[in-house]
């Protein structure tokens, strides 16, 4: 059964503190990428791993930096998060990179306060 | 880089009816155009796409139509149920590079 799954699903922190969301895929996908989801702005695109260790900054990578040492997880961390990146956050794999259908995760609603 | 904009931020029709949400495009180099949906509260999840070699794809009751001149494409959902109440993201690809999404349509379905 083809999944993405993310954790924590639920997470509110203090500003200034850091932040580690977590995701997996059991799919061997190539390619990860980390979104952020605001009301009426979409989908915006943090960064994108092409495969372990080759990672590339997406429209909104300030604030945000990722790590993929094994091909199934891809973590994004907040150093010192701020009231702006509460939002939610959408981890999406792929097969390949552009032009192959990608599969999302449930999301990370996070807070900050 | 490329700019996906859809038309329709609401789009609200009536059960048995046809809805159509329609999104354009800024970079001739794409050549993939895939459609998510996003149910209430819930993740995305693709639901169909087309590439350039066409211009019209139908699953069921989903049709996706290309007009490469006009650099536009549109979903058609036919007769309508309240189950495809949802947001629809429209995407465009260039081949080989990321895929860039429009803001979403919200459609809701009335009984």
């Known amino acids: ?113 | 880089g490329e700019k996906v904009e859809q038309h329709e931020s609401t789009l609200s029709v009536r059960e048995g009816d046809s809805a159509v949400i329609n999104c354009t495009y800024t970079d001739t180099a794409s050549s993939y155009f895939p459609w998510y949906k996003q149910e209430a509260g819930k993740s995305l999840h693709f639901v169909i796409d087309i590439r350039s070699n066409v211009d019209r794809k139908q699953s069921q009751r989903l049709i996706v139509l290309l007009d490469k001149k006009a650099k536009r494409f549109s979903l058609h959902i036919t007769a309508t149920q309240p189950e495809d109440s949802a947001i629809y993201f429209c995407a465009a690809s260039m081949s080989n590079n990321r895929i860039f999404f429009g803001d979403g349509t919200q459609l809701v379905v009335k009984p």
């Open chain 1, 1 to 113: 059964d083809m999944k993405v799954t993310q954790m924590p699903r639920y997470l509110i922190k203090r500003m200034g503190e850091n932040v580690l969301l977590e995701c997996g895929q059991d799919m061997s996908h190539e390619t990860m990428y980390w979104y952020r989801q605001d009301p009426g702005l979409g989908l915006q695109l943090i960064y994108i791993s092409y495969d372990v260790d080759s990672n590339s900054e997406g429209d909104i990578p300030k604030g945000y930096r990722v790590s993929r040492k094994k091909r199934e997880h891809f973590s994004l961390i907040l150093d010192s998060a701020k009231t702006n990146q509460t939002s939610v956050y959408f981890c999406a794999s792929s097969l390949n990179w552009g032009t192959y259908e990608q599969y999302f995760g449930p999301g990370t609603r996070l807070t900050v306060l």
